[in-house]
């Protein structure tokens, strides 16, 4: 160990220590802030952003350069890159929040004690929420919205590609949020792009409440193995479809193309494939993926349905694909899908199609994932079409909240006790 | 290091997952189990005790022999002894713990998208929960009472103390929950005190889904620093009383009195006292204390109050005594006392005495523990006193469950999603 590298490293720690003691302090205040000022708060955030477009444009110009010369791939450099109707639908973004009902606040459950004491449960905001994140420059305006809109200050700290963008994007959202008369500490973008910065983060126990992480695999599975503060997050959207014996052909096909292929690379993709051996038209399933170009790989049986299917290894079925790719496995009955989802799920999200009620229930009941769906794509896996209007991420653990986490995750709560004297025999 | 070590560290971490393994498949069954199912069981598990309390009692008596022999202080030996009244009172306690209102399979909330699908959030057990705990063997039947009763199995490891009480008793649940159809690793208890396994525990983030421990400030520290699994705790409770100037006297005497002698060795014991400074009868207030030999430490403005009143250090305000001592500050009115409990409170439970409710309001709001009460005794933070029937333990974190936690703190949810064919535009 270089004995220069340790005081950098304290320094670092000391800078987190000091942005989120500073964070905690805004979240105080946000947590009394009534509804409608953090509503009034994130719309002239909005507001700023929309006005700020033009420097939020030219500090992307500057990361798309560094990226191109960096000889970033076409993908990363389409998640970076901004223009006005993307800056524009940032803005909008964040006003969906700002309207979304306000979690704070709510009584949870109330009763009253034989002695007469009246307890509540009520929902208060989780304090500070740490987001880190990789190339997309939106996520620092969307989570921050989420975190203020639930009363929570939040520290951002995105990947160095998209450095220029997310500061030019927290610089606009401060600005609108101070003038709406929040802190300017309530959504802060960590200053340093020093590595050491996220170690200190997922370090920072007592001082950051939670931390989400948003990006790729690699990210999560640092943020998951070194974090001393509670992670929501997933790791791996390993979703099945099981299509059962007597599910009806045509809803079969359509959900199954739609779970794989209406986008390959959204973790409620549909990764595998499971078909009842005696589904009557097993062809019919996988034909019109092998059309669109999707590869297919199987085990033996699958395999058998069509010449054009590859053979799958023992590692496709605890595989994400993110793309055109989808593993078939034909299974003996309701059992056997059971026994394969409890295998190779990653808990996120599952699903069967099925015309039989007891059966779609006992897989409803028997399948311990995050979500688990009857006769719909696994696709619908989002805040948004479960109505919750905006998603923090996705989360594939067993405490707090799970599946889509919207406002309500971002809350907890606390007890209240009125009494008129009582003390305890 | 040495390598004799290793293959020993090695086979205690095997154990474990073997042990954790064998769990989940047990926590797979008891979660599909209904209701009625586990209440029978613990029921034949209370009865399977009460047959076994010959046995009990004699492994009991090896353990007090051995505490003696190891020169254990005379209340570690009373925590551990039991006799035939404390064995009733074990098995009485399975018994209310069967009868408590099922969690599971509670629906949390429901809605019907506007594309006709219908969502569901499903209350669900969490899995394997384990409980780390000392010298009380009681806790071995509580707990696992509370387990089995919310759906999930349970890996057990006492105090090394305990150990022969703690087989028997294990050993006698076991019986019972087997006679009444549930898999007989629903409760497992550890079969080593080799302190690797609880390090292994800790560790064992997947197969584990919730550590909660019980016993006394060092393990919880150790477990709260080492684990990869979540906990569920609190370290500390320095639990304030704020007696606003307008409290009623009679009251305010009562519920101090009450929050720090009624036992000064529970969690919800009142640790500090904080005096507004135009309160009328500061005397009035410590006197009953001082007469029944309870040591005060104070500021100096509360030494004032009476001679007897010693000097508090800056120790004593983050101090939990847990012992007949109380420190005291005079505080300048509601502001002061807040920031007062900011600065020193362990989130746990801090309350006030006033009559303005306006006052009491702030108090309630703004205060960030996990309970917070006005003109109520601290002593009645208790999941029996809250109703919750029994608790398996008090959390002062922030996220998943906080204050007195029981069933529904071992229990998470799962959406199901109900559709026709829904496939995603």
Redesign the interface.
């Known amino acids: 160990m270089s004995t220069s590298a340790q005081p950098a490293a304290a320094s670092v720690q000391d800078l987190v220590a000091s942005l989120a003691r500073a964070g905690r302090a805004a979240g105080?205040v946000l947590?009394?802030t009534p509804s409608a000022d953090k509503e009034r708060a994130l719309k002239l955030a909005a507001a700023a952003l929309r006005r700020a477009a033009p420097d939020v444009l030219a500090a992307n110009a500057r990361d798309i350069s560094a990226a191109e010369t960096n000889g970033l791939s076409g993908a990363m450099i389409d998640r970076l890159r901004l223009d006005e109707k993307r800056v524009e639908g940032i803005a909008a973004a964040i006003e969906d929040v700002a309207v979304l009902a306000d979690p704070v606040g709510a009584v949870i459950d109330e009763?009253a004690?034989p002695n007469g004491?009246v307890?509540q449960r009520l929902r208060?905001p989780?304090?500070l929420i740490g987001i880190i994140y990789e190339s997309r420059p939106n996520v620092t305006a969307d989570a921050a919205a989420l975190c203020v809109r639930s009363g929570n200050a939040v520290l951002l700290r995105g990947g160095s590609e998209a450095v220029h963008s997310n500061r030019a994007i927290h610089k606009a959202m401060v600005e609108g949020l101070v003038e709406g008369g929040l802190p300017a500490d309530a959504v802060q973008l960590l200053p340093t792009q020093d590595r050491a910065a996220v170690g200190a983060m997922l370090q920072a126990a007592g001082l950051i409440?939670?931390i989400v992480p948003r990006g790729g695999k690699s990210l999560v599975a640092r943020v998951q193995a070194e974090a001393r503060v509670?992670v929501l997050a997933h790791l791996d959207g390993i979703n099945h479809t099981y299509v059962h014996h007597d599910a009806?052909p045509a809803?079969a096909q359509?959900?199954v193309?739609?779970?794989k292929l209406?986008r390959t690379g959204i973790c409620g993709a549909m990764e595998t494939l499971l078909i009842d051996a005696t589904y009557p038209d097993p062809h019919g399933l996988v034909e019109p993926l092998l059309a669109e170009a999707c590869e297919l790989r199987g085990d033996a049986r699958a395999r058998a349905i069509d010449p054009r299917i590859g053979a799958a290894s023992d590692e496709d079925w605890d595989t994400e694909y993110l793309d055109a790719i989808l593993s078939v496995a034909v299974v003996d009955g309701l059992e056997d899908a059971l026994a394969h989802i409890?295998r190779h799920s990653s808990g996120h999200t599952d699903a069967i199609v099925a015309a039989d009620q007891a059966v779609?229930d006992r897989f409803?009941?028997?399948v311990?994932?995050?979500?688990?769906?009857?006769?719909?794509?696994s696709?619908?896996a989002d805040g948004g079409?479960?109505?919750l209007g905006a998603e923090i991420g996705i989360a594939t653990?067993?405490?707090?909240a799970?599946?889509?986490v919207a406002l309500e995750g971002l809350t907890?709560?606390?007890?209240?006790?009125?009494?008129?004297?009582?003390?305890?025999p």
Not at 368 to 377: G, L, W
Not at 412 to 423: C, D, E, N, P
Request: net charge positive; charged share 25%; aromatic share 6%.
């Open positions: 105080r947590a009394r009763q004690r004491m307890l208060i989780i304090g409440d939670m509670p009806d809803m359509a959900i193309r739609n779970a209406r409890a779609a409803l009941a028997e311990d994932s995050a979500i688990v769906m009857h006769n719909a794509s696709q619908f079409e479960f109505g653990g067993r405490l707090h799970r599946g889509p907890t709560y606390k007890w209240l006790v009125r009494g008129s004297g009582q003390v305890r």
